[in-house]
């Protein structure tokens, strides 16, 4: 009986997290160089960090706030959290943006969403520093993805296109399909998959006879949020499936976008749920903080824009 081979996500972190912590003291190198003036507090184990602003504390807010900070520390860097109460005004928000974007230690900025209502997320979003903008949400990072030039691009569909890489799935020259089309996963995952030489069709909530669509796919990928949404009667053997749903069920599992039980059996890949696309993330926006902290100190090879950030 054919089964998929699984696209362990646990292991390419782990790989990930192994590349990264190697490449951070030499980057701290660069940085002392560059502020000779600065002294690190007796307190402070790392000399980088990532800061994480976050309007009010909620359950998910504060594991996600766990989670990074063990996955910074694994690798090297602070995480600095920026705790606001959920009803700050924008002036609050907007002031604690401009602190971070002008902090020479902070290399990089997550600005957590999705925001309370009365906040006007894309104001904030415009204010982050590009070049400090991990989430690859600035508008300067979205259009220079949409026009195939270097940038720092949404870590999720980063992590996505690395356990291609790392599983060697040929991307150039391949017809994926992309089912769903947010800003944060769907439509960022097909600008890279472009920028890798595929033919990508995107389908979305209003596609008709979604199934016609998938099938074709030699590389299928599904960020739609919905729960067994892709069966394996939906998807052409030897596919390549990368499934960025995270679902909970009435019994607390988390399952994801494809079922995963039939899609195995047609599927050549496929990424697990849980252990496939989301242990990657956290690695892809560390890794966005590191390629950050070289545009800052001019050793990337790309630019994003030519504006002065002083302090």
Known sequence: MHTAIPMDGRKVAQAMKEELAAEIGGLEQAWRARHPWWKQGADVEFLLSVA??????????????????????????????????????????????????????????????????????????????????????????????????????????????????????????????VVGRSNVVGRPMSLLLLASNATVTTCHSRTADLGAYTREADILVSAAGHPGLITGAMIKPGAAVVDFGTNVTAEGNLIGDVEAESAAQVAGYLTPVPGGTGPITNMALLRNAFTAARLQLGLADFVLDGTAHEL
């Open 52 to 177: 994480v602003i976050i309007l009010g504390e909620n359950p998910t807010s504060l594991s996600y706030v766990r989670i990074l900070t063990r996955s910074c520390a694994n690798v090297g860097l602070r995480c600095k959290v920026r705790w606001l109460p959920a009803d700050a005004p924008q002036e609050q928000l907007e002031h604690e943006i401009r602190q971070m974007n002008l902090a020479p230690d902070v290399i990089g900025i997550i600005l957590q969403t999705p925001l309370p209502p009365h906040i006007n997320t894309a104001q904030a979003v415009a204010l982050l520093r590009p070049d400090k903008d991990v989430d690859g949400l600035h508008p300067l990072n979205a259009g220079r993805l949409a026009w195939a030039l270097p940038c720092i691009s949404p870590a999720t569909p980063l992590g996505g296109i690395e356990v291609l890489r790392r599983y060697d799935v040929a991307i150039a020259g391949k017809h994926a399909v």
